[in-house]
């Protein structure tokens, strides 16, 4: 069964940052692409950014400069780091894996971010 565990949201002022980290479970990880979203309620759930087994990283063009998504395979860990945050940010975050051998694709829980402008 796999799954994916995140953390780290929290409540933030504007311009500040916050590091979200997602564990996975039951997956071949280092074949893994891994991914971030965010969706606040009402809108559909967008891509932040994706880090592929290569690692090769791609962002969201309202992200590109801010944040940063890293893994470690030693750890079965993709993190976000979030700098200069703004209101905009405020979502739920969710962290996508989708399986390189398989191609099936799982969703963690979401965690909470709230910027405070």
């Not at 971030?36 to 290569?54: F, H, L």
């Not at 090769?56 to 992200?63: R, T």
């Not at 905009?88 to 390189?100: L, N, Q």
Request: aromatic share 8%; with cysteine.
């Amino acid at each position: 069964q796999v799954q994916l565990v995140e953390s780290g949201g929290d409540l933030v002022q504007a311009g500040g940052s916050l590091r979200l980290s997602c564990v996975a479970s039951g997956i071949i990880f280092s074949r893994a692409t891994m991914a971030w979203y965010r969706q606040v309620p009402g809108k559909q759930r967008d891509r932040v950014a994706t880090i592929t087994s290569a690692d090769s990283a791609n962002y969201a063009g309202s992200v590109r400069g801010r944040f940063t998504i890293s893994r470690d395979n030693t750890k079965n860990t993709v993190d976000l780091q979030m700098n200069s945050l703004r209101a905009e940010d405020t979502a739920v975050y969710y962290c996508h894996a989708e399986s390189g051998v398989t191609g099936r694709r799982y969703w963690g829980q979401g965690t909470q971010v709230t910027v405070s402008s």
